[in-house]
């Protein structure tokens, strides 16, 4: 008589236990700025902790279980579906025992397409003096953009007023390519085009928008 009563009582703070754990158990979702986001073509870094639990596992399906990085986060890819929302299952573990199951949902977008800057400036359309364009760095970003990120520019193509076009290595504006801007008249126009980038952080495929740049005498 004693076992079966004190095995109804472990029975009652068991599931007691569990039921509370709904609202003890939650998972916390970090982001490196937004908690409801994922892109295609990166690995988005996501850390999801349960901090009354021992552990938590992760699953993206029943099936497949998410395993941490060196750094504690895990790295969910959702470049292979075209859904716009992902559901993970996070389960807490407290005593080897199972004590909630979560269910985050997410949604899914495109990477923006990335856009060009010189210096500074970073319209499409823009007026620049001499002084500003000599040596001036070429920087490819992508705006509202919720992981760190970093773009290396290989080259890109110029074209000045009603010249050739000129193919140039390296993301600056060169010695060789400000000798023939110094040649323009001031209202003349030059278009940066074409620009090869490349990153090792995500994969986008999508090409900048052309700049266009007025040279004007003085600010």
Same mark, same amino acid.
């Given at each position: ?12 703070? =068991? ?8 609202? @003890? ?12 986001? !994922? ?9 999801? @902790?349960?901090?009354?639990?021992? =552990? ?28 716009? %929302?992902? %559901? ?12 909630? =199951? @979560? ?25 620049? %003096? !001499? ?12 705006? @509202? ?69 007025? !040279?004007?005498?003085?600010?």
């Amino acid at each position: 008589m004693k076992k079966i009563i004190l095995s109804l009582a472990l029975l009652y703070v =068991s599931s007691n236990m569990f039921s509370q754990g709904n609202k @003890d158990f939650i998972p916390l979702v970090e982001f490196v700025k937004s908690p409801k986001i !994922l892109y295609r073509g990166i690995y988005n870094k996501v850390r999801i @902790d349960v901090p009354k639990a021992d =552990s938590i596992q992760l699953y993206e399906t029943e099936s497949a279980l998410l395993k941490k990085d060196l750094l504690g986060q895990y790295n969910i890819n959702c470049t292979t579906t075209r859904s716009k %929302t992902k %559901t993970l299952v996070a389960k807490s573990y407290l005593n080897g025992a199972i004590v909630n =199951s @979560d269910s985050i949902n997410f949604e899914i977008k495109d990477i923006p397409r990335p856009r060009l800057r010189i210096n500074a400036y970073s319209a499409n359309n823009l007026k620049m %003096t !001499l002084e500003e364009l000599k040596g001036a760095k070429l920087e490819v970003y992508i705006k @509202d953009f919720m992981f760190n990120h970093s773009i290396n520019i290989s080259g890109y193509k110029i074209k000045l007023g009603h010249r050739e076009v000129i193919q140039v290595e390296g993301d600056l504006i060169s010695e060789d390519v400000f000798s023939k801007i110094k040649k323009l008249n001031i209202g003349q126009e030059i278009l940066i085009f074409d620009v090869q980038y490349y990153s090792s952080s995500f994969s986008c495929g999508k090409a900048t928008p052309p700049m266009f740049i007025e !040279l004007m005498d003085k600010r």
